[in-house]
C-alpha cells in the first residue's frame, strides 16, 4: 500500500534553515503530483508547495515563495522541502500528500504521510 | 476571490443527516474534495471528483456540487464521524491549491 513518511522537522531558530524528507513507496512515484501541506497548532490545513510528477513545474504559496524550495528525486522516490529564512509563523507540522490522479489530472490528496513537526523559535 | 470558506462547526445528532458546506469562485471550474481529520492523526480523503468515494470510506458520506458551493453529506451520522472535516480544491489558476478553514463536527 501507498507509504508517506516525513522527517527532518525539529526546533530551528528565526531565520535559520531545514530540509524536510518524504519517503515514498507503494505506487509509481514518477507519475504523481507531490505537495507540502502544513498545519499550525490548533489550526487548520495550508497547502504549502507542489512539484509535478516530472518535476518540471513548481508552484508556492506567496507567503513561502522565494524562502522554500520543493524538489523530488523519482529515482529514489523522495520528495523535499527546503525551508529557508524560517519564521516563527511556520511552525507547524508538515505533510507529504500524494495526488490522486496521474500526471496531474486531478485535485485531490488520496494519501498523506503522519506528518513532522518544525517549530521556529529562539 | 481565492478561498474556500465553510462554516467553523456543524453539529448532528446521532443517526441524523448533516450537511457541511464549503463556497469559493474556483468550485465554480473545480470539483471540491473533502478531508475528515481527527485530533493528532493526518487527514483522510472521503470524497473527491463529482462524488467519489475512495475505498473503505463508508456510503453515508456523499458529495455534491452547485455553482460557487461544494456540499458533503453524512446521511445517518456515527460517533466516529466526530471531527473536522475540509474542503479543497485549486484555485482560479489551477496550479494552487486551497483548503477551505474547516468544519468540526460534534455528533450529539
Known amino acids: 500500500q501507498v507509504q508517506l513518511v516525513e522527517s527532518g522537522g525539529g526546533v530551528v531558530q528565526p531565520g535559520r534553515s531545514l530540509r524536510l524528507a518524504c519517503a515514498a513507496s507503494?505506487?509509481?512515484?514518477?507519475?504523481?503530483?507531490l505537495h507540502w501541506v502544513r498545519q499550525a497548532p490548533g489550526k487548520g490545513l495550508e497547502w504549502v508547495a507542489v512539484?509535478?510528477?516530472?518535476?518540471?513545474?513548481?508552484?508556492?504559496v506567496d507567503s513561502v515563495k522565494g524562502r522554500f524550495t520543493i524538489s523530488r528525486d523519482n529515482s529514489k522516490n523522495t520528495l523535499h522541502l527546503q525551508m529557508n529564512s524560517l519564521r516563527a509563523e511556520d511552525t507547524a507540522v508538515y505533510y507529504c500528500?500524494?495526488?490522486?490522479?496521474?500526471f496531474g489530472a486531478g485535485n485531490w490528496f488520496d494519501s498523506w504521510g503522519q506528518g513532522t513537526l518544525v517549530t521556529v523559535s529562539s | 476571490s481565492s478561498e474556500l470558506t465553510q462554516d467553523p462547526a456543524v453539529s448532528v445528532a446521532l443517526g441524523q443527516t448533516v450537511r457541511i458546506t464549503c463556497q469559493g469562485d474556483?468550485?465554480?471550474?473545480?470539483?471540491a474534495a473533502w478531508y475528515q481529520q481527527k485530533p493528532g492523526q493526518a487527514p483522510i480523503l472521503v470524497i473527491y471528483?463529482?462524488?467519489n468515494r475512495p475505498s473503505g470510506v463508508p456510503d453515508r458520506f456523499s458529495g455534491s456540487s452547485s455553482g460557487t458551493s461544494a456540499s458533503l453529506t453524512i446521511t445517518g451520522a456515527q460517533a466516529e464521524d466526530e471531527g473536522d472535516y475540509y474542503c479543497?480544491?485549486?484555485?482560479?489558476?489551477?496550479?494552487?491549491?486551497?483548503f477551505g478553514g474547516g468544519t468540526k463536527l460534534t455528533v450529539l
Open positions: 512539484v509535478s510528477h516530472d518535476g518540471a513545474h513548481k508552484y508556492y
Open positions: 500528500a500524494k495526488e490522486g490522479a496521474r
Open positions: 474556483s468550485l465554480r471550474d473545480y470539483y
Open positions: 471528483g463529482k462524488n
Open positions: 507503494g505506487f509509481t512515484f514518477s507519475t504523481c503530483g
Open positions: 479543497s480544491s485549486r484555485d482560479n489558476s489551477g496550479n494552487h491549491w486551497l
